[in-house]
């Protein structure tokens, strides 16, 4: 089958049989075209609690799959490709959280959305990068411990310095990636572009860049500004998807090393798949569900 007859088939299935799908701005064009919902990962768990289907396929990796579930928990939802994890959630365990409690009483627990249902169920607030330093400040406890991503809780201490903030020392692989040298290197070479960065970058940096943002901060940033070009540092499908949906303008990557081989794993023909042959879905307790959307809700209550 050509990628064409796959996409004509999953308009028709999905109608046939009840799928919104859902795809995070990582994958690759191909996904994006067949999409209900393009976005990050918090957006796109919004948006699948008002659609209509019952049946939500996430295309991204395990985690935001899960938030789906904890905003929508009578839906039935399911990850495209099962090996999509992310090694960034995968590094604050849940037992190594129950262990800093312990250690750290008076702190109140941040976790980043990139994180585990198992993690966020022992956390006090949840945050995305775009919601990060507001949640934060609006926090009443002057003690935060922040985790997994130490950039990006190091980039809101820089932004919140009235609070007492601990970081794990954990970090996304892909956004880790980038160093200051790339980013003297890409100055040079385009002089005028500005350099937008994700938060998940180191602080040097970060202290280098002209935007710091989410994915979809950079995205609008990126299509809004006046300028004919710009330097994209963020998982490099973003630089890809810019350069289709402004072809007037261009867009270089910071690092040709900032991709995220969990996010490339999707393929079109595993959404394919999935709605010709069926898969399980996943599977939360009750229990789980309840304890992992607390803090959720606790972000979009300190976020109104
Ligand atoms: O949570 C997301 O969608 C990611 C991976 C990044 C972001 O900046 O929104």
């Known amino acids: 089958m050509t990628i ?3 996409q004509d088939e999953i308009l028709r299935l999905k109608k046939e049989k009840d799928v919104c799908i859902l795809a995070h701005t990582y994958q690759t064009n191909d996904i994006l075209e067949i999409a209900d919902f393009t976005g990050d990962s918090f957006g796109l768990s919004v948006k699948a609690q008002s659609v209509p289907q019952q049946n939500i396929l996430m295309c991204g990796v395990r985690f935001m799959a899960e938030t789906v579930k904890l905003l929508s928990p009578q839906k039935h939802v399911y990850l495209s490709n099962d090996a999509a994890g992310c090694p960034l959630a995968d590094q604050a365990d849940r037992d190594l ?15 980043y959305i990139n994180s585990t249902a198992e993690t966020k169920a022992v956390c006090d607030v949840c945050v995305t990068s775009s919601s990060a330093v507001k949640i934060v400040k609006n926090i009443g406890n002057p003690n935060i411990f922040f985790l997994p991503d130490c950039n990006l809780g190091d980039f809101v201490k820089q932004q919140v310095p009235e609070k007492n903030i601990e970081l794990m020392r954990g970090g996304c692989p892909t956004h880790l990636r980038v160093t200051p040298d790339e980013v003297r290197a890409a100055k040079a070479a385009h002089p005028g572009a500005p350099v937008l960065v994700h938060p998940e970058c180191r602080p040097e940096v970060v202290a280098l860049a002209d935007y710091v943002g989410s994915t979809t901060g950079i995205i609008a940033r990126a299509e809004k500004g006046e300028e004919k070009e710009y330097i994209i540092g963020t998982e490099n499908s973003v630089r890809a998807h810019l350069q289709m949906n402004c072809p007037g303008k261009r867009f270089y990557p910071l690092s040709k090393d900032c991709v995220c081989h969990n996010m490339q794993i999707t393929t079109i023909a595993d959404v394919y798949n999935m709605l010709r042959y069926g898969k399980e879905e996943l599977a939360m307790s009750d229990e789980l569900i309840a304890a992992a959307v607390r803090p959720v809700n606790e972000m979009l209550r300190l976020g109104e």
């Open 4 to 6: 064409r007859e796959m």
């Open 97 to 111: 959280v129950l262990q800093l409690r312990e250690q750290m009483p008076d702190y109140c627990f941040v976790v």
